[in-house]
């Protein structure tokens, strides 16, 4: 290659190569997280609620934690919650744990068509719940059953949404697990990805318009990102700085893709926010007590009208994508033991522990109690028919709320049809 004008531009000789971003451990190799930088329980510092984003662009780099080894609560995060708080916490996310594996069974045994787990992601969404008020909007993706159940939903709803049966609240429209309750401030989920995420903001700026006090909770995964209306979600929020708190859920994976395709060079997720003047926090996503710390912070933000606050919860997808899914041909069989933030259900019991307010015996009995309570609303939800048995909802539901009125050729296929 050679220049027109000569020596206004270097010559060229060694061909292109096209970079694609590798995870750092395949299927057969040792799992390898020394890229993830684990700061001490305790060492991050906590600022004022209307800091300037400037003043703490560090936190998008650094990540929140609360727990340490020994199961203490340390440092300036640790929240303010009971003991009695905490162990609700610990039957949420044990809760969501077992319905996870009913779930997934029933799938196996052919009673649904597909079922999306946590597993390793309990606290994210648990916690979350907690910090929100009365009112307060959702946006949520697949994964974050959690905040459904640390609402109270009923397990018996979830489960007819996911058999498709006469009781599905969804009348059978939609994919397994894709839920939606307003009354529970859960947005419907669609399948589209990242269309919630730009919806939580316009949401919240209605909201705002109104002179309400109610803000929006916005949900993506890593690879979602990548998304433009992950974008678009940013500038809007930023520009109007609407009462918005957008979360992002890393867990490493999105379905076979490592973090790294979305990521890119950025440094972090978190740091995404930064260029848009958008405070950013980084939290441990397997820490019940930072998640509910950097969540209350958040939401406090956004209700104080002080804008949107964009919160990376690092933690792990433990189990796999989806029950179409087997992650062992992407990744290390076992990565999941090696990931260096834990299990965080495990950790918030030896906290609990650790303080004299549980014990191994309370525990085995909180889990005997829980099962049992899954399995009798499991019961009850197959009553009302399963996937290819007992009860349907209507072909008729088939028609209905595609618009608010039935128009003429609905009601004509309608006919065809014999319903
Ligand atoms: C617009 C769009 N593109 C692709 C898909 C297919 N798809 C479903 S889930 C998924 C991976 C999402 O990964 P991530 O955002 O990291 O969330 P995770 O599943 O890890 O919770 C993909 C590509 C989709 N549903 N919608």
Not at 341 to 366: C, F, M, N, T, Y
Request: net charge neutral; glycine share 8%.
């Amino acid at each position: 290659m050679s220049s027109d004008k000569a020596g206004s531009a270097p010559v060229v000789t060694q061909p292109l190569q096209f970079h694609v971003p590798r995870p750092a451990s395949r299927p057969g190799e040792k799992p390898d997280f020394s890229d993830v930088v684990i700061p001490k329980a305790g060492s991050v510092a906590r600022p004022p609620v209307d800091v300037d984003p400037k003043d703490i662009r560090d936190l998008a780099y650094s990540i929140i934690r609360v727990l340490n080894r020994e199961g203490e609560a340390v440092g300036p995060w640790a929240p303010d919650l009971s003991h009695d708080d905490l162990i609700r916490g610990l039957r949420h996310m044990m809760t969501l744990r077992t319905f996870d594996g009913r779930m997934q069974m029933a799938q196996r045994q052919g009673k649904t068509s597909f079922y999306m787990q946590h597993t390793g992601e309990e606290a994210v969404s648990c916690a979350f719940r907690i910090a929100l008020q009365p009112g307060d909007m959702n946006f949520p993706t697949y994964r974050q059953a959690g905040l459904l159940i640390a609402h109270d939903y009923p397990l018996v709803d979830m489960m007819c949404q996911i058999y498709s049966n006469e009781r599905d609240p969804m009348k059978g429209r939609q994919l397994p697990v894709m839920y939606s309750s307003k009354e529970h401030g859960f947005f419907s989920i669609s399948g589209n990805l990242a269309t919630q995420y730009v919806q939580a903001v316009g949401w919240a700026m209605a909201s705002a318009i109104k002179n309400d006090t109610r803000i929006a909770a916005a949900w993506i995964g890593d690879g979602s990102t990548a998304e433009s209306d992950f974008h678009a979600a940013l500038v809007f929020a930023s520009t109007y700085k609407a009462p918005v708190v957008l979360n992002v859920v890393n867990n490493q994976w999105a379905i076979s893709t490592f973090q790294g395709i979305a990521r890119g060079g950025s440094g972090t997720f978190a740091a995404r926010g930064l260029g848009f003047g958008i405070p950013a926090l980084r939290v441990d996503g397997n820490d019940y007590l930072a998640v509910y710390a950097v969540a209350q912070w958040a939401v406090e933000r956004a209700r104080r009208n002080l804008g949107p606050t964009l919160v990376e919860y690092v933690t792990y997808r433990a189990g796999a994508h989806s029950t179409s899914d087997d992650p062992s041909a992407y990744r290390p069989k076992h990565e999941s033991d090696d990931w260096p933030l834990g299990d965080p259900l495990i950790r918030l019991k030896q906290h609990l522990i650790a303080v004299g307010a549980w014990s191994e015996e309370r525990h085995k009995q909180a889990e005997a109690e829980i099962l049992a309570t899954v399995i009798a609303a499991q019961k009850e939800a197959e009553s009302f028919g399963t996937l290819h048995s007992g009860g349907k909802p209507s072909a008729r539901d088939i028609f209905e709320d595609v618009y608010a009125e039935l128009p003429p050729h609905l009601r004509r296929q309608r006919q065809q049809i014999g319903v």
